[in-house]
C-alpha cells in the first residue's frame, strides 16, 4: 500500500514525529569502534544555559547541522558534541534578578553557597530550553554526549589546567588596572569590553601652580581627578619646558603633584598637558609605574566615590562628575568645555560603562602560549575561511596582553588556590598560598586545618578554552580523546574569535599538543534589514522560534543560509523565511505530482535498472544537468560556501527539474508508453531523489519525509536518507540502487553533450514562444503556426507543440510573401517564425506600445524635475526621497523594456 501526500505541507505535523524516529534510530550517535570510517567531528560553540534561541544560535547550528549531516552522509563517523555553557556573570545576574522580584531578597543577604544553590535550581529548570529549541531546529547533534560547562569531569578539567600553568610559572597574581563593572561587580578582560561611539565633552581644566599661575589638562573623566598624582606634558613639547619640574596643588584636595616628562603624551590631544590618574587609567598605570607615582584610589568596586575623594564622598561616580564640574566652574577652575566624539567601554553584559580599576586579580601569561597558535596559522595547519580573518587573529596574537581570569562572582568554577591562615601569620602571603585541583583537608606546608579558598571564580571562558578535548574526558588519556582528537572544524560568530577560537588554539597546544580543529569557519552577524545588531532593546528581533512554530524548521533553515554570503553578515527582513516557505511548498507539490504520474502508470515499484540506457534526449539532459549541479554543489560545500550550494540546488530543482523535466514527463503521461514505465519513471525519480539528498542538509524534516513517503513507490537504497549516499558525479554511469560508480563508456559524454545540444535548442523555442505571448497577453495554450528553417520533428515537435502550444509546424519555404503578423526571430537553431494572424495585430500594437512608452517618459521627466529640485531634496524626508528615486528605476526599467519590444516589432517580417 502507497503512502499517500498530502494535498499541503504541514511542519507541524511533520517535524516532530520525523526527529523523534531519528533519534530513536541512533542516526546522530558516533560509532567509535567501527572500522574503515574516517572521523568528522565537530563540537558546538556551547550557548549559555540563560539563552533562547536567537538568529545567530539558528544560523550558527544550521551550518553546523549542514556540515556534520552532509560528511554523515558522504560515509564519515560523524560526531557533534553538544553542550552548554554555565555563562558566569550573565547567570548570575539572570538568578539575582529573579531572587529579588519573587523571594525579595538580594544575594548577599543569602549567602554563597545558598545563593549557588539556587544558581542550580534554576539551571535544571530552564537551563535545557536551549536544547529543546536546537533540537526543534534539526540539530543532528550526539544528544549521549551532552556536555555542560561545570560538569564534574570538566571543572576537574579546569582545575588541572589551572595548575599545570600555575605550576609552569603562567599564571601569576598582581595588581594592576583592569576593565571593571560596576554593575556586575567583576574584573573583565580586554575581550568582554565592547566599545560605542557616544557623544560627550573634553573639559579643560585649570590647575594651579604652586609658585603662581595655572597648567591647563584636558579629560573626560574630570571626576578621575580626585585621584591624580602627576600633570605629565611631552618632552619635545616646547610650550611647556617652563612647567617641566613645577609642582601643581590639585583642587579639592590640595594634594602637590609635580608636572613630569613622558613620550607616551600626545602633543595634539587637548592642550597637550594631561593629568595622571594611575589608579583609573590604563595608560596612566603605565606612567605612574615608569615615574613611581603613588596610586590613588577614588572609587569603591560599585562606583561610589571613597575617602580619598574628599567633600565628594559617597557620590556616584557620575554624579560625582556633575559636582566637580559645578565647583570647578564656582572656582574659576572650568577653562571651557566642548563637545568630543568619545569611544566608551561597557561591559558586554550588562552594558554598564566599563571603569578603568586599580585591582588585584590573577592573569595568565599569554605570551609563551601565542607561539604556537601563530605558528599554526602561519603555516596553514589552522585554515580560516574566509581567508581574511587569518590576518586579524595573527595580528591580535602578535600584541596579545596577559588575559584577567579572575571574577569577583559567586557563580562559576571556583579558583582552586588556598590560603594557610597559621603561615600568612607566620611568614607571609608567598608561604601561605598553594594550589590544589582537589579540595585539600590540610594545609601541605605546617598541616595546619585552618585553610580557605580563594573567593573568586574563574573568567567563562577559562572553562570554555579546553572545551575541544575536555569534553572527551581530558585531562584522563581516554578513548574518546585518542578517536576524536582533534576535530575537523569550528564554526563561529565573528565576535567571539578573540575570546575563544584564539584561547582554544593555545590551550590545544598547550594542554594536548595538537591544534584542537583543521578548519574555522567564520559566518556574518545576523542585522536586521537597515543593518542594525538585532536587539530587544531596538525592537527589532526577530523570534526564529516563532519561524519554527508557524512555517517549519526547514523554511528558516533554507531562508537563513540562502541569504548568507561566506562570512558576510546576513540583513534580515521581518518576513525573511517566505522564500522558504514557498520552497517547501514547491518541493512538496512536485513530489506529490510525481506520486500522481507513477500511479496513474500502474506501476507497483519503480526499480532502478544496473545503468541507464537507452535513453531519448530529455532524459538524457536532465541525468547531465543533474550531474552539473553535483559537481557545484560538492565544490561548493568543500569550501564552506553553503548559499552558493543551496541557490545551486534551488535553481536545478526549480527552473530546471520542475519548470522543463516535470512539464517534459506530461507529454509522456499523455502517451502512456512503456517507455514511460521503464525509462521516464526511473530518471524521474532518480532525479527526484538524488536531489532531496542533496537537500537534506539544508532542509532535513521534508526531505526525510518524502523520503520515507517514496519507499513504497521505489527501491531507496536505506531506511532514512539522514544515512543515505551523497551523490557524487556520475552522468550515465551510476548504478542508483546499488550506489555504485562504474567507468564511462567511450562516446557516452559525447553523446550527452549532442543530446543536451538538442534540449537546449527546445528550450529556446518554447521559451522564445511563450514570451512573445505573454507580451501580447495570448494565452499559452493557444496554438499558433510557426516556421522554421529546420522543421522539429517526432519527439521534438511533440514537446514544443505541448510546451508553447504549436498548431501547425511550418517551412519557411511555405511562407508567403506576403503573410501579415508574423514575428520572426534568429535562434541558435535557425529562424524561428510565429504568426499571430487573426490573434493579434502587429501594427497595432506597435502604435500602443509607442504611446504608453511615451506616457512612461512622461511620468520620468516630472520624477527628474522633483529629483534635481534642491528645495525637495533638502526639505523632503529620506523615506519620500527614497521612494521617489525607486519609482524613478522602475519607471526607467519599463521604458527599456518598451524599447526593446518595439524594437522587436520593428524586426517582423
Same mark, same amino acid.
Given at each position: 500500500?502507497?503512502e499517500?501526500?498530502p494535498?499541503?505541507?504541514?511542519?507541524?505535523?511533520?517535524?516532530?514525529?520525523?526527529?523523534?524516529?531519528?533519534?530513536?534510530?541512533?542516526?546522530?550517535?558516533?560509532?567509535r569502534?567501527?572500522?574503515?570510517r574516517?572521523?568528522?567531528?565537530?563540537?558546538i560553540?556551547?550557548p549559555?544555559?540563560?539563552g533562547?534561541?536567537?538568529?545567530?544560535?539558528a544560523?550558527n547550528?544550521?551550518?553546523? &547541522?549542514?556540515?556534520?549531516?552532509?560528511?554523515?552522509?558522504?560515509?564519515?563517523?560523524?560526531?557533534w558534541?553538544?553542550g552548554?555553557?554555565?555563562?558566569?556573570i550573565?547567570?548570575?545576574?539572570? =538568578?539575582?534578578?529573579?531572587? !529579588?522580584s519573587?523571594?525579595k531578597?538580594?544575594?548577599?543577604e543569602l549567602g554563597r553557597?545558598r545563593f549557588?544553590?539556587?544558581?542550580?535550581k534554576w539551571?535544571?529548570?530552564?537551563?535545557?530550553?536551549?536544547i529543546?529549541?536546537l533540537k526543534?531546529?534539526?540539530?543532528?547533534?550526539?544528544?549521549?554526549?551532552l556536555?555542560?560547562?561545570?560538569?564534574?569531569?570538566?571543572?576537574?578539567?579546569?582545575n588541572e589546567?589551572?595548575?599545570?600553568?600555575?605550576?609552569?610559572?603562567?599564571i601569576?597574581?598582581?595588581?594592576?588596572?583592569?576593565?571593571?563593572?560596576?554593575?556586575?561587580?567583576?574584573?573583565?578582560?580586554d575581550?568582554?569590553?565592547e566599545?560605542r561611539?557616544?557623544?560627550?565633552?573634553?573639559?579643560?581644566?585649570?590647575?594651579?601652580l604652586?609658585?603662581g599661575?595655572?597648567i591647563?589638562?584636558?579629560?573626560?573623566r574630570?571626576?578621575?581627578?580626585?585621584g591624580d598624582?602627576?600633570?605629565?606634558v611631552?618632552p619635545?613639547?616646547?610650550?611647556?619646558?617652563?612647567?617641566q619640574g613645577k609642582?601643581?596643588?590639585?583642587?579639592?584636595?590640595?594634594?602637590v603633584?609635580p608636572?613630569?616628562?613622558?613620550?607616551?603624551?600626545?602633543?595634539?590631544? +587637548?592642550?597637550?598637558?594631561?593629568?595622571?590618574?594611575?589608579?583609573h587609567?590604563?595608560?596612566?598605570?603605565d606612567?605612574?609605574?615608569?615615574?613611581?607615582?603613588?596610586?590613588?584610589?577614588?572609587?569603591?568596586?560599585e562606583?561610589?566615590?571613597?575617602?580619598?575623594?574628599g567633600?565628594?564622598?559617597?557620590?556616584?561616580?557620575f554624579?560625582c562628575?556633575?559636582?566637580i564640574?559645578k565647583e570647578? /566652574?564656582?572656582?574659576?577652575?572650568?577653562?571651557r568645555?566642548?563637545?568630543?566624539?568619545?569611544?566608551?567601554g561597557?561591559?558586554?553584559?550588562?552594558?554598564?560603562?566599563?571603569?578603568?580599576y !586599580?585591582s588585584?586579580?590573577w592573569?595568565? @601569561?599569554?605570551?609563551?602560549?601565542?607561539k604556537p597558535?601563530?605558528?599554526?596559522a602561519?603555516?596553514d595547519i589552522?585554515?580560516?575561511?574566509?581567508?581574511?580573518?587569518?590576518?586579524?587573529?595573527?595580528?591580535?596574537?602578535?600584541?596579545?596582553?596577559?588575559w584577567?581570569?579572575s571574577r569577583?562572582?559567586?557563580w562559576g568554577?571556583?579558583?582552586?588556590?588556598?590560603?594557610?591562615?597559621?603561615?600568612?601569620e607566620?611568614?607571609?602571603?608567598?608561604k601561605?598560598i598553594f594550589?590544589?585541583?582537589d579540595?585539600?583537608?590540610?594545609?601541605?606546608v605546617c598541616?595546619s586545618?585552618?585553610?580557605?579558598?580563594?573567593?573568586?571564580?574563574?573568567?567563562?571562558?577559562?572553562s570554555?578554552?579546553?572545551w575541544?578535548f575536555?569534553?572527551?574526558?581530558?585531562?584522563e588519556?581516554?578513548?574518546?580523546l585518542?578517536v576524536y582528537?582533534?576535530?575537523?572544524t569550528?564554526?563561529?560568530?565573528?565576535?567571539?574569535?578573540?575570546?575563544?577560537?584564539?584561547r582554544?588554539?593555545m590551550a590545544g597546544? /598547550?594542554?594536548v599538543g595538537e =591544534?584542537p580543529f583543521?578548519?574555522?569557519?567564520?559566518?556574518?552577524?545576523?542585522?536586521?534589514?537597515? *543593518?542594525?545588531k538585532?536587539?530587544?532593546?531596538?525592537?527589532?528581533?526577530?523570534?526564529?522560534v516563532?519561524i519554527i512554530?508557524?512555517?517549519?524548521?526547514?523554511s528558516l533553515?533554507?531562508?537563513?543560509?540562502s541569504m548568507?554570503?561566506?562570512?558576510?553578515d546576513?540583513?534580515l527582513?521581518?518576513?525573511?523565511?517566505?522564500?522558504g516557505?514557498?520552497?517547501?511548498?514547491k =518541493?512538496?507539490?512536485?513530489?506529490?505530482f510525481i506520486?500522481?504520474?507513477?500511479e496513474?502508470?500502474?506501476v507497483?515499484?519503480?526499480?532502478?535498472?544496473?545503468r541507464?540506457e537507452?535513453?531519448?534526449?530529455?532524459?538524457l539532459?536532465?541525468?547531465s544537468?543533474?550531474d552539473k549541479?553535483?559537481?557545484?554543489?560538492n565544490?561548493?560545500l568543500?569550501?564552506?560556501r553553503?548559499?552558493?550550494?543551496? @541557490?545551486s540546488?534551488?535553481?536545478?530543482?526549480?527552473?530546471?527539474?520542475?519548470?522543463?523535466?516535470l #512539464?517534459?514527463?506530461k507529454?509522456?503521461?499523455e502517451q /502512456?508508453?512503456?517507455?514511460?514505465?521503464?525509462k521516464?519513471?526511473?530518471v524521474?525519480?532518480y532525479?527526484?531523489?538524488?536531489?532531496?539528498?542533496?537537500?537534506?542538509?539544508?532542509?532535513?524534516f521534508i526531505?526525510?519525509?518524502?523520503?520515507?513517503?517514496?519507499?513504497?513507490?521505489?527501491?531507496?537504497e536505506?531506511?532514512?536518507i539522514?544515512?543515505?549516499r551523497?551523490?557524487a558525479?556520475?552522468t550515465?554511469?551510476?548504478?542508483?540502487?546499488l @550506489?555504485?560508480?562504474?567507468r564511462?563508456e567511450?562516446?557516452?559524454?559525447? /553523446?550527452m553533450e549532442?543530446? *543536451?545540444?538538442?534540449?537546449?535548442?527546445?528550450?529556446?523555442?518554447v521559451?522564445t514562444?511563450?514570451?512573445?505571448?505573454?507580451?501580447f497577453?495570448?494565452?499559452i495554450?493557444?496554438?499558433?503556426?510557426?516556421?522554421?528553417d529546420?522543421?522539429?520533428?517526432g519527439?521534438?515537435?511533440?514537446l514544443?507543440?505541448? !510546451?508553447?502550444?504549436? +498548431? @501547425?509546424?511550418?517551412?519557411?519555404?511555405a511562407l508567403?510573401? &506576403?503573410?501579415?503578423n =508574423?514575428l520572426?526571430?534568429?535562434?541558435?537553431?535557425?529562424r524561428?517564425?510565429?504568426?499571430? #494572424? +487573426?490573434?493579434?495585430?502587429?501594427s497595432?500594437?506597435?502604435v500602443?506600445?509607442?504611446?504608453?512608452?511615451?506616457?512612461?517618459?512622461?511620468?520620468?521627466e516630472?520624477i527628474?524635475?522633483?529629483l534635481?529640485?534642491?528645495?525637495?531634496?533638502e526639505?523632503?524626508?529620506e523615506?519620500?526621497?527614497e521612494?521617489?528615486?525607486?519609482?524613478k528605476?522602475?519607471l526607467?526599467?519599463?521604458i527599456?523594456?518598451?524599447?526593446?519590444?518595439?524594437?522587436?516589432?520593428?524586426?517582423?517580417?
Amino acid at each position: 500500500m502507497k503512502e499517500k501526500f498530502p494535498p499541503q505541507y504541514d511542519s507541524r505535523s511533520i517535524e516532530t514525529g520525523v526527529y523523534e524516529f531519528w533519534e530513536k534510530k541512533g542516526f546522530f550517535s558516533a560509532e567509535r569502534h567501527k572500522k574503515g570510517r574516517k572521523k568528522y567531528v565537530v563540537v558546538i560553540p556551547p550557548p549559555n544555559i540563560t539563552g533562547f534561541l536567537h538568529m545567530g544560535h539558528a544560523l550558527n547550528n544550521t551550518i553546523q &547541522d549542514i556540515i556534520i549531516r552532509w560528511k554523515r552522509m558522504e560515509g564519515f563517523n560523524t560526531l557533534w558534541v553538544p553542550g552548554t555553557d554555565h555563562a558566569g556573570i550573565a547567570t548570575q545576574n539572570v =538568578v539575582e534578578k529573579n531572587l !529579588l522580584s519573587e523571594k525579595k531578597l538580594s544575594r548577599k543577604e543569602l549567602g554563597r553557597e545558598r545563593f549557588i544553590e539556587e544558581v542550580w535550581k534554576w539551571k535544571e529548570q530552564y537551563g535545557s530550553r536551549i536544547i529543546f529549541q536546537l533540537k526543534k531546529l534539526g540539530a543532528s547533534c550526539d544528544w549521549r554526549r551532552l556536555r555542560f560547562t561545570m560538569d564534574e569531569k570538566l571543572s576537574r578539567a579546569v582545575n588541572e589546567a589551572f595548575v599545570h600553568l600555575y605550576n609552569k610559572g603562567l599564571i601569576y597574581k598582581g595588581e594592576r588596572i583592569i576593565h571593571w563593572c560596576c554593575r556586575c561587580g567583576t574584573a573583565l578582560s580586554d575581550e568582554e569590553v565592547e566599545y560605542r561611539d557616544e557623544d560627550s565633552f573634553l573639559y579643560y581644566l585649570r590647575y594651579p601652580l604652586i609658585d603662581g599661575g595655572f597648567i591647563q589638562v584636558a579629560t573626560t573623566r574630570p571626576e578621575t581627578m580626585l585621584g591624580d598624582t602627576a600633570v605629565a606634558v611631552n618632552p619635545s613639547d616646547k610650550r611647556y619646558k617652563k612647567f617641566q619640574g613645577k609642582k601643581v596643588k590639585l583642587p579639592f584636595v590640595d594634594r602637590v603633584i609635580p608636572v613630569i616628562t613622558d613620550a607616551a603624551v600626545e602633543k595634539d590631544f +587637548g592642550t597637550g598637558a594631561v593629568k595622571v590618574t594611575p589608579a583609573h587609567d590604563h595608560a596612566d598605570f603605565d606612567i605612574g609605574k615608569r615615574h613611581n607615582l603613588p596610586f590613588v584610589t577614588v572609587m569603591d568596586g560599585e562606583g561610589v566615590m571613597n575617602e580619598n575623594a574628599g567633600m565628594f564622598k559617597g557620590l556616584d561616580r557620575f554624579k560625582c562628575r556633575e559636582e566637580i564640574i559645578k565647583e570647578l /566652574e564656582k572656582a574659576g577652575l572650568l577653562a571651557r568645555t566642548e563637545p568630543y566624539a568619545n569611544r566608551v567601554g561597557c561591559c558586554y553584559r550588562c552594558g554598564s560603562v566599563v571603569e578603568p580599576y !586599580l585591582s588585584t586579580q590573577w592573569f595568565v @601569561n599569554m605570551k609563551p602560549l601565542a607561539k604556537p597558535a601563530i605558528e599554526a596559522a602561519e603555516k596553514d595547519i589552522l585554515r580560516f575561511y574566509p581567508e581574511r580573518w587569518k590576518k586579524v587573529y595573527l595580528n591580535w596574537l602578535y600584541e596579545i596582553k596577559d588575559w584577567c581570569i579572575s571574577r569577583q562572582i559567586w557563580w562559576g568554577h571556583r579558583i582552586p588556590v588556598w590560603y594557610c591562615k597559621r603561615c600568612i601569620e607566620k611568614d607571609g602571603n608567598e608561604k601561605g598560598i598553594f594550589v590544589s585541583a582537589d579540595k585539600p583537608d590540610v594545609c601541605p606546608v605546617c598541616g595546619s586545618d585552618e585553610i580557605y579558598q580563594d573567593p573568586d571564580v574563574l573568567d567563562t571562558w577559562f572553562s570554555s578554552w579546553l572545551w575541544p578535548f575536555s569534553v572527551f574526558g581530558w585531562p584522563e588519556k581516554t578513548k574518546d580523546l585518542e578517536v576524536y582528537y582533534p576535530t575537523n572544524t569550528l564554526v563561529t560568530a565573528q565576535e567571539i574569535l578573540f575570546f575563544w577560537v584564539a584561547r582554544m588554539v593555545m590551550a590545544g597546544y /598547550e594542554f594536548v599538543g595538537e =591544534v584542537p580543529f583543521e578548519n574555522v569557519l567564520i559566518h556574518g552577524t545576523v542585522r536586521d534589514k537597515t *543593518g542594525k545588531k538585532m536587539s530587544k532593546s531596538l525592537g527589532n528581533v526577530i523570534d526564529p522560534v516563532k519561524i519554527i512554530e508557524d512555517y517549519g524548521a526547514d523554511s528558516l533553515r533554507f531562508s537563513l543560509i540562502s541569504m548568507t554570503a561566506s562570512g558576510q553578515d546576513v540583513f534580515l527582513s521581518p518576513t525573511f523565511y517566505i522564500k522558504g516557505r514557498n520552497f517547501m511548498n514547491k =518541493v512538496w507539490n512536485a513530489s506529490r505530482f510525481i506520486s500522481f504520474i507513477v500511479e496513474k502508470a500502474e506501476v507497483k515499484r519503480v526499480e532502478f535498472p544496473e545503468r541507464f540506457e537507452n535513453l531519448n534526449f530529455p532524459e538524457l539532459w536532465i541525468l547531465s544537468e543533474l550531474d552539473k549541479v553535483i559537481k557545484v554543489v560538492n565544490d561548493s560545500l568543500e569550501c564552506f560556501r553553503m548559499n552558493e550550494a543551496l @541557490n545551486s540546488i534551488y535553481d536545478f530543482f526549480w527552473h530546471t527539474f520542475c519548470d522543463w523535466y516535470l #512539464e517534459i514527463s506530461k507529454v509522456y503521461q499523455e502517451q /502512456e508508453t512503456e517507455y514511460l514505465r521503464e525509462k521516464v519513471l526511473p530518471v524521474l525519480l532518480y532525479v527526484h531523489l538524488t536531489v532531496m539528498k542533496m537537500l537534506h542538509p539544508f532542509t532535513p524534516f521534508i526531505t526525510e519525509k518524502i523520503w520515507q513517503i517514496f519507499s513504497s513507490y521505489c527501491v531507496t537504497e536505506t531506511e532514512s536518507i539522514t544515512v543515505s549516499r551523497w551523490p557524487a558525479s556520475f552522468t550515465l554511469s551510476y548504478a542508483p540502487h546499488l @550506489n555504485l560508480l562504474s567507468r564511462k563508456e567511450k562516446g557516452e559524454e559525447k /553523446e550527452m553533450e549532442k543530446e *543536451g545540444e538538442r534540449m537546449k535548442e527546445i528550450i529556446e523555442i518554447v521559451t522564445t514562444i511563450r514570451d512573445i505571448k505573454t507580451r501580447f497577453s495570448v494565452p499559452i495554450v493557444k496554438p499558433i503556426d510557426c516556421y522554421f528553417d529546420r522543421k522539429p520533428e517526432g519527439l521534438s515537435a511533440a514537446l514544443i507543440s505541448r !510546451l508553447a502550444g504549436v +498548431g @501547425n509546424f511550418l517551412s519557411f519555404d511555405a511562407l508567403a510573401d &506576403d503573410a501579415g503578423n =508574423v514575428l520572426i526571430k534568429n535562434l541558435r537553431q535557425g529562424r524561428l517564425g510565429m504568426s499571430f #494572424e +487573426g490573434i493579434i495585430n502587429i501594427s497595432a500594437e506597435r502604435v500602443k506600445i509607442i504611446k504608453e512608452k511615451g506616457k512612461l517618459e512622461g511620468f520620468l521627466e516630472k520624477i527628474d524635475r522633483k529629483l534635481n529640485n534642491p528645495e525637495f531634496l533638502e526639505k523632503a524626508p529620506e523615506e519620500v526621497r527614497e521612494k521617489e528615486k525607486a519609482k524613478k528605476q522602475q519607471l526607467q526599467e519599463s521604458i527599456e523594456n518598451l524599447k526593446k519590444d518595439i524594437e522587436f516589432l520593428d524586426a517582423k517580417r
